[in-house]
């Protein structure tokens, strides 16, 4: 009997799926180039790959396209792969553009990526997570300081977090907009908006927030029913304002006892965000005020959240008797109840018309912010100067955000602020809306410097990303360029006689430790042995230098074109660095 031929072709297509779910979607869609029975097979099989896309994509989008997708799981997955590899290409393409250009990059210069994001209504909320995940990885990367390759450098997460705020803003004008039409602006929705406007890469959705917040609602609600002695406090006939008082006790009693919040006038990313604050539980007054003021709103008493330039109070009315009613402010350190003291150029009497507004809280929690960051310059405090231009309180320079208010606020948008808005899956009606806000065009000038090859002479002595110490001054900065003399704009302020070898020696462009730019004779300047790495100047050199390695800050291509010999002499201090370590040891 003729020995029978067995192959891949005999086996039922649940065999060869039960094989094919083993493998990435690139080899499946490859095996199904085979033949035409395998290439049907491959393209019907959506459980095939709903199944690659579970283990594709984070849970996070997997979840959403479960619930939203219209069941053709191959083709949502070419696109989030197509939106990647669209997002990866055009990032990589930003640092041969941009290199040089003496103002930050604008939402005009990040269109393309605009859009790639409005390509479907999936394809906004890909490009985001894409963009979060490129920069986490790319730390833990860097982190480690081995093989650091594009995209994930310091220059490309620069470039990531700046198209990553664009993005966001954009929605996130359209949301603020939105919400302030329906009065749905409640103060720690306030709190949550700032902190996703500030922080991108970690931003947490309001649904968290009210959660944390539903949370100290139970608890209060438990304290007042023992105290009644009741199983529900619907069962419990009371007069309003003696509860009222009572409701503000127990939410004390939950945010100062129970949870031991400790309040502190620091306003940063930590201190600011009510899910880190209920977590840490140390939070900015302006947190903890919004906090006691949602739990006791949730509890039933309305308290007044007021916001001026300068300070804030929380306000309770006590109108127990019509007469004669009483106005206390809550302590934000304790939650005491203390008569207010009035101002003696405000009005007479209890009544005023002071009201609870959120863009005075949302300005004065930004001031707050820039209080407490001082002269630091990060992708943080880039974004709340992009804050104040949207909120239109920032008058220095002419951005595209300035105008977003009076576009979103044109009585033709009046439907789409009536539409569900949603950042997971946008509808056709919002993706306009964003595209036309990355394309309001301000007039401004872009230069770009004007760079020279510089080849290393015998008297320069130091190499760009080299970490330096300043001899006469004690301060550590790292070195962002040279001249082989000071340059003809610096002479006349250098005090040449004030320096052993004039100007005729090396200058170096230099970033201090303090983030400040400045221009440094070599004589002044004396390599460390034992550099580190400076994670708080990395905002501001990441446009330049790819990593540290351990020892200096490695040049990008467009850097190292520019000084092409400086990563030599790196590796000459290198080398010589450890060979002192290895005879200390």
Not at 100 to 112: F, L, T
Not at 522 to 534: G, I, K, S, V, Y
């Amino acid at each position: 009997m003729a020995e029978e031929i067995c192959s891949i072709n005999c086996l039922p297509n649940e065999i060869i799926s039960l094989i094919l779910q083993k493998n990435n979607g690139r080899d499946i869609l490859r095996f199904g180039a085979t033949c035409r029975r395998f290439n049907e097979f491959v393209k019907s099989n959506q459980y095939l790959w709903k199944d690659i896309t579970k283990r594709s994509l984070p849970d996070h989008l997997y979840k959403i396209l479960e619930e939203h997708c219209d069941g053709n799981w191959l083709n949502e997955l070419k696109g989030f792969n197509t939106v990647q590899k669209q997002v990866y290409v055009n990032l990589c393409a930003m640092s041969p553009q941009f290199y040089g250009q003496d103002s930050d990059v604008s939402i005009q210069d990040v269109r393309p990526f605009f859009k790639v994001a409005l390509q479907s209504r999936f394809s906004f909320n890909y490009s985001i997570c894409i963009l979060q995940e490129l920069i986490r990885k790319g730390n833990i990367i860097v982190d480690e300081g081995k093989k650091v390759r594009k995209p994930y450098t310091l220059t490309e997460m620069h470039y990531a977090r700046i198209v990553l705020r664009h993005l966001i803003h954009t929605f996130l004008s359209l949301k603020w907009v939105r919400a302030h039409m329906g009065n749905e602006l409640p103060p720690e929705i306030v709190c949550n908006f700032f902190i996703q406007w500030i922080d991108t890469i970690a931003m947490h959705p309001d649904e968290d927030v009210d959660s944390k917040i539903a949370d100290l609602v139970e608890r209060v609600k438990l304290i007042l029913e023992e105290k009644r002695g009741t199983k529900s406090l619907e069962d419990v006939p009371r007069e309003k304002m003696v509860v009222d008082r009572e409701v503000l006790a127990a939410v004390t009693q939950v945010v100062y006892r129970q949870r031991h919040m400790a309040v502190t006038t620091a306003a940063n990313l930590d201190t600011l965000d009510i899910v880190r604050v209920l977590n840490t539980k140390v939070g900015n007054v302006i947190v903890v005020t919004a906090i006691y003021q949602a739990v006791a709103k949730k509890c039933g008493v309305n308290c007044e959240l007021i916001a001026f330039p300068n300070h804030l109070f929380l306000e309770w009315r006590d109108n127990s008797d019509p007469k004669n009613p009483q106005v206390f402010t809550v302590d934000p350190t304790s939650g005491e109840l203390n008569r207010r003291r009035r101002c003696p150029f405000s009005q007479n009497g209890p009544a005023t018309n002071y009201r609870y507004c959120p863009d005075s809280l949302l300005q004065y929690i930004c001031s707050s912010f820039h209080m407490s960051m001082g002269a630091i310059r990060n992708c943080n405090t880039y974004n709340a100067l992009h804050l104040l231009d949207f909120l239109g309180t920032n008058l220095n320079t002419p951005t595209s955000y300035r105008n977003f208010l009076p576009y979103l606020l044109d009585q033709t948008h009046l439907s789409a602020m009536n539409a569900p808005l949603n950042l997971e899956h946008l509808s056709a009606v919002h993706m306009e809306i964003i595209k036309s806000l990355s394309s309001l065009v301000v007039p401004s000038e872009c230069a770009k410097k004007r760079f020279s090859v510089k080849r290393h002479g015998g008297n320069v002595k130091y190499a760009v990303g080299m970490t330096c110490y300043h001899n006469k001054y004690d301060y550590v900065c790292i070195i962002r360029g040279w001249d082989a003399q000071c340059a003809l704009k610096w002479q006349c302020q250098m005090a040449a006689e004030s320096l052993y070898f004039g100007v005729t020696q090396p200058f170096y462009n230099v970033i201090a430790v303090d983030q400040s730019e400045r221009y440094v004779p070599q004589e002044n300047l004396q390599d460390l042995a034992r550099p580190t790495r400076m994670y708080h100047l990395e905002d501001v050199i990441a446009t330049e230098f790819t990593h540290f390695d351990g020892f200096a800050y490695v040049p990008n291509d467009e850097k190292r074109a520019e000084f092409p010999e400086d990563e030599a002499i790196v590796n000459v201090y290198r080398e010589r660095h450890q060979l002192l370590s290895e005879t200390d040891d």
